[in-house]
């Protein structure tokens, strides 16, 4: 087995890429058309009443048609039933199996508070770059070929979403938002993680479960934060939440947790059992909305100047006030507030994107027929206050953020000296996987027993956070020199970190997005040659064949091992993604024996028996991949639509190209499907059935094979000139054919199935 070593390297990683259908660059285009003639009302009445979709005969997403398609109208305060442009929830899966890119809920605003058109695409485009976010572009809204109007199209937090970033979809799983609507509710309505008791019905009109099952964990959650907050980060992500109260704050987000109805956000609870907060709904930022709960902003001037502490010391914002009571969350509050005023604000940073979605959509706001605010107001409110149609003030964009960077850039906050992290240094230059090194740093401006490196080995884990000392004694150099050192063993094939520091006033992070950034080292490790490990078989709709230790007819993929060597699987990950490459880790210390099977349930069942990754196969069509944590690609098997319970197998077995057969779980692929013949000549003929192709073996040469149907009509021949051949029988028609294989003196006859 032939063995590379991976370098050394250091880095900064960047958030997931927007797919194509919200490309910031480009305006959608989506179709809906309805049979019924009263579609309207039909759409008004359930919105108001039990809110279930209505059938569209077809919805057609930039060209592509979808047949039987779920359609209502969504929102709160931003519908009406005497709008034409209300907002959509398209459901393109509500009646049957379909999706535009792998996409299925597709959620239009209709822009009715922001006469800018450009606070939703903007604030989400900046929050994308600190947390997980929805991805948000345009669309232009036909109905049976009428213009509504441009939408905002925002991704949907659903499951899809919080499996993408969170990496399951199954856990404790909660919409922020009162059930009712954000009206006149009691406190208790709102979900403001107020800790009410121990029983759900204190619960259930401030949060909406989108799980089967999690209100004993959001209880848990709420009686964490409010009576036993030392213990917290086994709950929740606090960096996530800091990140999005930050964000709120100098965003002027009201119409969120920082505002009167605590409301619109997500949060899921992951594998490693703490709840990660997801923002949702910014189509009043940057001022439109302008209740706090304890007092109104009454105008611009003081939006701009809102109290970057607002509600601290608020008991009715537990996820304020408990969190900032702790000085070290206070300090990284302020850390990630200031790089959030430094990388927007600051120097006009926001606005080339702006201008970059002014260019994209100014003749779509002057075209759209039902714009709730005038084409004169979205000019205007670029840089002017606009009171839009509903009597809401909406602050000129680059009124209220310079206004607001002039404030914030003035508070002793942020004029105070910060801490400096420089110099980030391994002792090794060349780690191998296992071995143990200390990381330092010249850090400057800071306390010095309040530095950390916080590191990870996988990137489904928590950050593991371990002080730094300036002691002499931790291979930082002198005591006291400002060089502060901290040893970690690097247990996998890459490590994952960041260092902070704090003094007095405000912390520091390097990289400064973290932790939704971090640096990364890779360390060295044996690694296998391309073809010592096969993808060998793929099962992607497994009905009725074989079924996993739980008894349950799971897809599969098995590896073969083509070497007389035994193989390590460590640091090798199996994706179906490969935007996503370290989808599945095989487990440490996992090896396959010499030309040997290894099976991995593509189930997500990551908590039974066996291998199981926690993914699940597309049966019309996708990507399997084997690699390692460099990018290095082992193995990459594409494979289009497939039919239930027929594998797509290498044959010759660990070697060959792909044919559509009869599944040989955990065994030869030439050994199940074959029609062997030993008169005249011996060899055999695969795979029996038979789809695409027929390959064909004999111990001497093979000049021709003949198909022949049950009529005994001769319907195809082609000829070889060695031992071996393969025909192509993808036109021939399912049916019962005799196969004659000839020889130069000599011939047999076998009986194969087209199915």
């Given at each position: 087995?032939?063995?590379?070593?991976?370098?050394?390297?250091?880095?900064?990683?960047v958030?997931?890429?927007a797919?194509?259908?919200?490309?910031?660059?480009?305006?959608?285009?989506?179709?809906?058309?309805?049979?019924q003639?009263?579609?309207?009302?039909?759409?008004?009445?359930?919105?108001?009443?039990?809110?279930?979709?209505i059938?569209a005969?077809?919805?057609?997403?930039?060209?592509?048609?979808?047949?039987?398609?779920?359609?209502?109208?969504?929102?709160?305060s931003?519908?009406?039933?005497?709008?034409?442009?209300n907002?959509?929830?398209?459901?393109l899966?509500?009646?049957?199996?379909?999706d535009?890119?792998?996409?299925?809920?597709?959620?239009?605003?209709?822009v009715?508070?922001?006469?800018?058109?450009?606070?939703?695409p903007?604030s989400?485009?900046?929050?994308r770059?600190?947390?997980?976010?929805?991805?948000?572009?345009?669309?232009?809204?036909?109905?049976?070929?009428?213009?509504?109007?441009?939408?905002?199209?925002?991704e949907s937090?659903?499951?899809?979403?919080?499996k993408?970033?969170?990496?399951?979809?199954?856990?404790?799983?909660f919409d922020?938002?009162?059930v009712g609507?954000?009206?006149?509710q009691?406190?208790?309505?709102?979900?403001?993680?107020i800790y009410?008791?121990?029983?759900?019905?204190?619960?259930?009109l401030?949060y909406?479960?989108?799980?089967?099952?999690?209100?004993?964990?959001?209880i848990d959650?709420?009686?964490?934060?409010?009576?036993?907050?030392?213990?917290?980060?086994?709950?929740?992500?606090?960096?996530?939440?800091?990140?999005?109260?930050?964000?709120?704050n100098?965003?002027?987000n009201?119409?969120?947790?920082?505002?009167?109805?605590?409301?619109?956000?997500?949060?899921?609870?992951?594998?490693?059992?703490?709840?990660n907060?997801?923002?949702?709904?910014?189509?009043?930022?940057?001022?439109?909305?302008a209740d706090?709960?304890?007092?109104?902003?009454?105008?611009?001037?003081?939006?701009?100047?809102?109290?970057?502490?607002?509600?601290?010391?608020?008991?009715?914002?537990?996820?304020?006030?408990?969190l900032?009571?702790v000085?070290?969350?206070?300090?990284?509050?302020?850390?990630?507030y200031?790089?959030l005023?430094?990388?927007?604000?600051?120097?006009?940073?926001?606005?080339?994107?702006?201008q970059?979605?002014?260019?994209?959509?100014?003749?779509s706001?002057?075209?759209?027929p039902?714009?709730?605010?005038?084409?004169s107001?979205?000019?205007?409110?670029?840089n002017?206050?606009?009171?839009?149609n509903?009597?809401l003030?909406a602050?000129?964009?680059?009124?209220?953020?310079?206004?607001?960077?002039?404030?914030?850039?003035?508070?002793?906050?942020?004029?105070?000296?910060?801490?400096?992290?420089?110099?980030?240094?391994?002792?090794?230059?060349n780690?191998?996987?296992?071995?143990?090194?200390?990381?330092?740093?010249t850090?400057?401006?800071t306390?010095s027993?309040?530095?950390y490196?916080?590191?990870r080995?996988?990137?489904?884990?928590?950050?593991?956070?371990?002080?730094?000392?300036?002691?002499?004694?931790?291979?930082?150099?002198?005591a006291?020199?400002?060089?502060?050192?901290?040893?970690?063993?690097?247990?996998?094939?890459?490590?994952?970190?960041?260092?902070?520091?704090?003094?007095g006033?405000?912390?520091?992070?390097?990289?400064?997005?973290?932790?939704?950034?971090?640096h990364?080292?890779?360390?060295s490790?044996?690694?296998?040659?391309a073809g010592?490990?096969?993808i060998n078989?793929?099962?992607?709709q497994?009905?009725?064949?074989?079924?996993?230790?739980?008894?349950?007819?799971?897809?599969?993929?098995?590896?073969?091992n083509?070497?007389?060597?035994?193989?390590?699987?460590?640091?090798?990950?199996?994706?179906?993604?490969?935007?996503n490459?370290?989808?599945?880790a095989?487990?440490?210390?996992?090896?396959?024996?010499p030309n040997?099977y290894?099976?991995?349930?593509?189930?997500e069942?990551?908590t039974?028996e066996g291998l199981h990754?926690?993914?699940?196969?597309?049966?019309s069509g996708?990507n399997?991949?084997?690699?390692?944590?460099?990018?290095?690609?082992?193995?990459s098997?594409s494979?289009?639509a497939q039919?239930?319970?027929?594998a797509?197998?290498?044959?010759?077995?660990?070697?060959g190209?792909f044919?559509?057969?009869?599944?040989?779980?955990n065994?030869?692929n030439?050994?199940?499907?074959t029609a062997?013949?030993?008169?005249?000549?011996?060899?055999?003929?695969?795979?029996?059935?038979?789809?695409?192709?027929?390959r064909?073996?004999?111990?001497?040469?093979?000049?021709?094979?003949?198909?022949?149907?049950?009529?005994?009509?001769?319907v195809?021949?082609q000829?070889?000139?060695?031992?071996?051949?393969?025909?192509?029988?993808?036109?021939?028609?399912n049916?019962?054919?005799l196969?004659?294989?000839?020889g130069?003196?000599?011939?047999?006859?076998?009986?194969?199935?087209?199915?």
């Amino acid at each position: 087995m032939k063995k590379k070593l991976l370098a050394l390297c250091l880095f900064i990683t960047v958030g997931i890429q927007a797919q194509s259908f919200y490309d910031e660059t480009t305006i959608q285009e989506i179709r809906i058309n309805f049979a019924q003639p009263d579609w309207e009302i039909l759409l008004n009445t359930e919105q108001q009443t039990t809110q279930n979709y209505i059938p569209a005969e077809s919805v057609t997403v930039n060209g592509t048609v979808f047949n039987n398609v779920g359609v209502k109208y969504k929102g709160n305060s931003s519908f009406s039933p005497f709008l034409v442009k209300n907002p959509f929830h398209i459901e393109l899966d509500a009646y049957q199996n379909q999706d535009y890119q792998g996409y299925t809920d597709i959620k239009l605003s209709n822009v009715v508070f922001d006469p800018s058109f450009i606070r939703e695409p903007l604030s989400y485009s900046i929050l994308r770059n600190y947390m997980a976010a929805p991805q948000c572009n345009y669309a232009n809204v036909y109905v049976n070929n009428n213009l509504i109007g441009l939408y905002v199209n925002v991704e949907s937090v659903s499951k899809k979403f919080v499996k993408k970033h969170f990496y399951s979809d199954t856990n404790a799983f909660f919409d922020c938002s009162p059930v009712g609507g954000a009206g006149n509710q009691s406190l208790q309505d709102l979900p403001a993680l107020i800790y009410w008791g121990p029983n759900q019905e204190s619960y259930n009109l401030a949060y909406r479960m989108k799980s089967e099952t999690g209100w004993d964990d959001l209880i848990d959650l709420v009686n964490t934060l409010n009576n036993n907050t030392v213990n917290i980060e086994s709950q929740l992500d606090v960096d996530k939440v800091l990140w999005m109260l930050a964000f709120d704050n100098i965003m002027v987000n009201l119409d969120s947790y920082i505002g009167v109805f605590n409301q619109n956000y997500y949060l899921y609870k992951d594998d490693n059992g703490r709840f990660n907060p997801v923002v949702w709904d910014l189509n009043m930022s940057l001022g439109v909305f302008a209740d706090l709960g304890t007092f109104v902003l009454p105008n611009t001037t003081a939006k701009k100047q809102m109290n970057h502490l607002q509600h601290m010391g608020d008991a009715t914002f537990p996820l304020l006030s408990k969190l900032l009571a702790v000085p070290k969350y206070k300090k990284m509050y302020l850390a990630h507030y200031n790089t959030l005023l430094q990388e927007n604000f600051v120097g006009a940073a926001y606005l080339p994107k702006v201008q970059e979605l002014r260019t994209l959509i100014t003749a779509s706001v002057n075209a759209d027929p039902n714009k709730l605010n005038s084409f004169s107001a979205y000019q205007a409110n670029l840089n002017s206050d606009v009171t839009t149609n509903n009597g809401l003030v909406a602050p000129g964009i680059t009124n209220i953020i310079n206004g607001r960077t002039n404030f914030l850039s003035a508070l002793p906050d942020f004029t105070a000296a910060k801490p400096v992290i420089a110099n980030i240094t391994p002792s090794v230059a060349n780690p191998v996987v296992g071995s143990a090194l200390t990381m330092t740093a010249t850090v400057t401006n800071t306390n010095s027993n309040a530095v950390y490196l916080g590191f990870r080995n996988n990137l489904k884990a928590i950050f593991t956070k371990v002080p730094m000392f300036d002691d002499g004694n931790h291979n930082d150099g002198a005591a006291a020199d400002n060089v502060y050192g901290a040893e970690v063993t690097i247990s996998n094939a890459y490590m994952q970190y960041y260092i902070y520091a704090e003094n007095g006033t405000i912390g520091t992070f390097s990289p400064e997005r973290a932790e939704y950034e971090f640096h990364t080292m890779n360390a060295s490790y044996p690694m296998l040659t391309a073809g010592d490990l096969a993808i060998n078989e793929i099962m992607a709709q497994n009905t009725s064949t074989v079924t996993d230790p739980a008894g349950q007819f799971e897809d599969w993929i098995e590896l073969y091992n083509n070497t007389s060597n035994t193989i390590s699987l460590d640091n090798l990950y199996l994706t179906d993604n490969a935007a996503n490459m370290q989808k599945w880790a095989f487990p440490s210390g996992l090896t396959i024996e010499p030309n040997s099977y290894l099976v991995v349930w593509a189930d997500e069942d990551l908590t039974e028996e066996g291998l199981h990754a926690d993914f699940k196969l597309s049966a019309s069509g996708e990507n399997v991949i084997l690699s390692y944590p460099n990018g290095d690609i082992i193995e990459s098997v594409s494979f289009d639509a497939q039919t239930a319970d027929v594998a797509y197998a290498r044959v010759p077995n660990g070697t060959g190209g792909f044919v559509n057969q009869s599944p040989t779980f955990n065994g030869n692929n030439q050994n199940l499907g074959t029609a062997d013949f030993t008169t005249d000549f011996t060899g055999r003929a695969w795979p029996n059935p038979f789809q695409q192709e027929v390959r064909f073996s004999a111990d001497s040469d093979i000049q021709s094979v003949t198909f022949y149907n049950n009529l005994g009509q001769e319907v195809l021949t082609q000829y070889g000139k060695g031992r071996e051949m393969i025909a192509d029988t993808g036109s021939l028609p399912n049916g019962i054919y005799l196969v004659r294989i000839s020889g130069k003196s000599k011939s047999v006859t076998l009986k194969m199935v087209k199915q």
